[in-house]
C-alpha cells in the first residue's frame, strides 16, 4: 500500500504521488475492493469499487475535456452524499480543473449561500448529480444562470463515447479544490487547496490517526464542508480502506443511526465535532445502547469546534457499556486555511485535559491549577503540520515567551495558497511575518499556547460564531439584524461568542426611543429583543442566548470604524447603568408548551391514530413554542427549511413525535415532505391505513 506519510515528506512531489495518480493506482492494484459503501436506513445500500471509481472517474474527466473545461478552470460539484460526489471530484482533478464543492440548497438560506459561491468562484461549470426535482427548485430561484448545468449521467455518457482523450499532467502545485468556509453567506471565502496541500495534509492526520492495514471509516459530515471532505471522505480513500457512507440528513434526525452504522460494520475511525457526541448522549435512551458494540470503534476523532472534556466524559460514561473506551478519544484541531488538521492527540493515547488559573489567563497568562480547580481545557494533542506553530503576540507581533497566550500561528506544506479573488485577504492571513522577520505564517485568529508540546486552544481573535459544526462570520450574523428593527441603529449591532460558548446580540435603541431601563411594567424593549432573537434564528439557525439591548454610544469602536466586538462585550459589565433590557429566551416557558402539545397529541392517540388535524396543531404548537413565534404566525404551508428549525431541533421535534404517538416515524421518508401540513396529511393517512 502506498505510504502517503513517506510520499509527502519527499523533497518534491511528483503527478505520480497526487491524488488522481493514487486513486488510479488503486483502481489497478485493488480493483474489486470497495471504496465506498453507502448507507441508507431504507432501501439497498449502494457500493462503490476502487475499480468503478478510477474508471467512471476518468471516463467523466474526458467529457468535462470535451465540454471545454480545460485545465485551471474552476468547476462547482453540487452533489448528495452518494457515490456522484466522490466520482465527480476525482473527475474534476484528472481534468486539471479545481474543485468548488457546493451543498445542494435547501432553502432560502442555503441558495443564498450557494449562489454566493456560485458568482465569487467564476465557475465555467456546475458538475450535479442532483435529482430533476432539486434542479428544478434551485433553477426556479435562478441560482443556475450564467452557468452551465452538467449533469453527472450525461457527462459520462459524453466522455465514453469519445473514447481516449488525453488527460493533463497535474503538478503539485495546481490548485485541486477551492474550499469555501462554511456559513458565510453574504461574502464567503474559498481557500485555494492545491494538490501538494491535499497530499500534506494526509501526513498531517496519519502521524495522528497512524493508519493501519484494512482500516474501516465511517462518515456522515457534509461532503462539501472540509472536515467531511478531507477527514471524511478522502483520507481512507488515499489509503486504500473502505469508507461508509452515511448522510447527514440521517444522523441528524436520528443520532443513533451514526453509533448503529459504527457497530454493524465494526468501524475503527469516525470524526464528528463536539456537539454530535452531546446529541448522542441526550437523545440515545438507555434501553437502545445495549444494543450497539462500539468495540471495534478505536478512534474517535474530536474537532472543528472547542472540544469539551465535559462531553468526552460524558460519551465515555454514557456508551461504556457498549465497549467505548476514552482512550479511543483523538482531539484535533485544524481549520479549511490549513486545509483540516493542525494538531491532534495520538491514537490510542486518549484527550488529556488541564487545569488552568482562569484570572491568569484574562491577563494572557498560564498558570496551571490542580484538578478541579479552574478552567478545565483538552488538549488538542501535538503539532502536525511540517512547519510547525508559532504563538504571536498580535498587537506587536512578536513570538509570545513560554506560558503565554497569544495568536495561532501555522506554517506547513498543507496550508491553502489564499482565498480566490482576495489578494489583500490572502496577503494578511497567509503570509504573516513576525516583527523579528520569521515567516511566512498563517494567521489563525484563534488564540492558544503550547504546554508540554501539545497545543491547547482558549478562545477566538476572529469574529466568529461555532454553531453546531458550522464556521459563521459575526458580521453575516449582524446583518441579518441590521435595519430590521426600526428602534434599533443602523449598523449599531454587535454579536459575539464568549469563551464559554454563550452566543450574545448587543443593540444599540435609536435616540428618539424610550430609554428607561425595562421594568415589570414596560415590556417594549422585551418585545424588540425577542423580535431580534426570532429573526436571527429564522435566518440563520443560530439561537442566541442573550439579547442586550443598550443605550446609543455604548458599543466600542475602532478609529477606522470597525466594532470591537469583545470590547463591546466587556463594557456591559463595566458600565452596567447602559444596558436597557438583557433578555434572555425563556426556553424553558417554551418547553412547556411543547410538553402541553405533546400530552394533547398523546391523549388523543390514546384512542385511536390522530387525525390529520391533530398533528397538524401539534406540530404548529410546536414551532411556535421553539421559535418563540406567536401561534397565529406560524405558516402550516412554509417548507420546514424556512421554519426557523435548526437541525437539532428538528430532531427534538422528531422524537417529541415519537413519544407522544407511541411509535417510530420513519423520518428519512417523512421529512422529504415539505412543510407541517403536508406531513401531517401523509402521517395521519399512513396511521390509519390498516397493516397488511
Not at 449521467?153 to 499532467?169: E, F, H, R
Not at 492545491?194 to 493508519?211: G, Y
Request: net charge negative; hydrophobic share 45%; proline share 6%.
Amino acid at each position: 500500500m502506498t505510504d502517503i506519510a513517506d510520499i509527502a515528506r519527499r523533497p518534491g512531489l511528483a503527478s505520480g504521488d497526487l491524488l488522481p495518480a493514487v486513486v488510479m493506482s488503486h483502481a489497478q492494484s485493488r480493483t474489486e475492493e470497495v471504496a465506498f459503501h453507502y448507507l441508507t436506513p431504507a432501501g439497498p445500500s449502494q457500493e462503490l469499487t476502487y475499480g468503478a471509481l478510477g474508471d467512471n472517474a476518468r471516463t467523466m474527466a474526458q467529457g468535462l475535456l470535451v465540454v471545454g473545461c480545460g485545465k485551471g478552470e474552476r468547476v462547482a460539484l453540487m452533489c448528495s452524499h452518494g457515490p456522484a460526489f466522490v466520482t465527480g471530484l476525482i473527475a474534476i482533478l484528472m481534468a486539471g480543473c479545481a474543485a468548488v464543492p457546493v451543498a445542494l440548497p435547501a432553502g432560502s438560506a442555503m441558495r443564498s449561500r450557494a449562489a454566493a459561491i456560485l458568482q465569487k468562484a467564476g465557475c465555467v461549470a456546475i458538475l450535479t448529480g442532483a435529482s430533476q426535482a432539486e434542479i428544478d427548485a434551485a433553477a426556479a430561484d435562478g441560482l443556475f444562470e450564467g452557468h452551465s448545468l452538467l449533469r453527472i449521467d450525461d457527462l459520462a455518457k459524453l466522455g465514453a463515447a469519445q473514447g481516449d482523450v488525453p488527460l493533463p499532467v497535474i503538478h503539485p502545485k495546481d490548485v485541486a479544490i477551492v474550499q469555501y468556509t462554511s456559513g458565510s453567506t453574504s461574502a464567503p471565502r474559498g481557500v485555494m487547496v492545491t494538490h501538494a496541500a491535499l497530499t500534506a495534509v494526509q501526513q498531517a492526520i496519519a502521524s495522528a490517526v497512524q493508519p493501519r492495514a484494512e482500516e474501516r471509516a465511517l462518515t456522515w459530515l457534509p461532503p462539501e464542508h472540509d472536515m467531511g471532505l478531507m477527514g471524511g471522505l478522502l483520507f481512507n480513500l488515499w489509503y486504500g480502506g473502505i469508507t461508509y457512507v452515511l448522510s447527514p440528513t440521517v444522523f441528524i434526525k436520528r443520532p443513533i443511526r451514526w453509533l448503529e452504522a459504527i457497530s454493524r460494520f465494526k468501524a475503527t475511525i469516525s470524526v464528528a465535532p463536539n456537539f454530535a457526541f452531546d446529541l448522542c448522549v441526550r437523545t440515545i435512551p438507555q434501553t437502545r445502547r445495549s444494543e450497539l458494540d462500539l468495540r471495534a470503534w478505536r478512534t474517535a476523532l474530536n474537532g472543528a469546534e472547542p472540544v469539551q472534556s465535559k462531553t468526552l466524559n460524558n460519551f465515555a460514561q454514557a456508551f461504556a457499556e457498549c465497549g467505548f473506551e476514552p482512550q479511543a478519544f483523538l482531539p484535533c484541531y485544524g481549520l479549511a486555511e490549513a486545509t483540516l488538521l493542525v494538531s491532534g492527540a495520538s491514537r490510542g493515547k486518549g484527550a488529556t485535559s488541564r487545569w488552568f488559573d482562569p484570572k491568569a489567563m484574562e491577563q494572557g497568562s498560564v498558570v496551571t491549577t490542580k484538578s478541579g480547580t479552574g478552567r478545565c481545557l483538552v488538549s488538542s494533542g501535538p503539532v502536525r503540520t511540517t512547519g510547525g506553530v508559532k504563538i504571536v503576540a498580535p498587537d506587536t507581533l512578536h513570538p509570545c515567551p513560554p506560558n503565554r497566550i497569544g495568536e495561532i500561528w501555522i506554517a506547513g506544506d498543507s496550508m491553502g495558497s489564499g482565498y480566490l479573488g482576495l489578494p489583500e485577504d490572502s496577503r494578511r492571513t497567509f503570509g504573516a511575518y513576525t516583527a523579528t522577520g520569521e515567516g511566512p505564517y498563517l494567521r489563525s485568529g484563534d488564540t492558544g499556547f503550547l504546554l508540554d508540546d501539545e497545543l491547547f486552544v482558549t478562545g477566538r481573535m476572529k469574529d466568529i460564531v461555532l454553531w453546531h459544526g458550522r464556521s459563521l462570520h459575526a458580521a453575516d450574523l449582524e446583518l441579518v439584524l441590521d435595519g430590521a428593527e426600526p428602534h434599533v441603529r443602523r449598523s449599531r449591532i454587535s454579536l459575539r461568542q464568549t469563551s464559554e460558548n454563550e452566543v450574545v446580540v448587543m443593540a444599540e435603541i435609536s435616540p428618539n426611543r424610550d430609554t428607561a431601563p425595562v421594568t415589570a411594567e414596560n415590556n417594549d424593549h422585551i418585545d424588540l429583543a425577542s423580535r431580534l432573537w426570532r429573526r436571527l434564528m429564522a435566518e440563520t439557525g443560530v439561537e442566541a442566548d442573550r439579547v442586550v439591548l443598550v443605550r446609543p454610544g455604548t458599543l466600542q469602536w475602532t478609529s477606522s470604524g470597525k466594532i470591537r466586538r469583545s470590547a463591546s462585550l466587556a463594557r456591559l459589565q463595566s458600565a452596567p447603568q447602559q444596558v436597557l433590557c438583557d433578555w434572555r429566551p425563556d426556553l424553558s416557558k417554551s418547553r412547556q408548551t411543547q410538553l402541553v402539545a405533546i400530552r394533547a397529541l398523546a391523549e388523543t392517540a390514546r384512542h385511536g391514530p390522530p387525525d390529520a388535524v391533530g398533528l397538524l396543531d401539534f406540530f404548529l404548537a410546536w414551532v411556535a413554542a421553539a421559535t418563540d413565534a406567536p401561534l397565529d404566525e406560524v405558516d402550516p404551508d412554509l417548507p420546514w427549511s424556512d421554519q426557523g428549525l435548526d437541525s437539532l431541533m428538528m430532531t427534538d421535534l422528531l422524537l417529541d413525535l415519537e413519544s407522544a404517538i407511541g411509535a417510530q416515524v420513519l423520518t428519512e421518508e417523512l421529512f422529504d415532505l415539505s412543510d407541517p401540513r403536508l406531513l401531517a396529511t401523509t402521517l395521519a393517512a399512513r396511521m390509519k391505513a390498516p397493516e397488511t
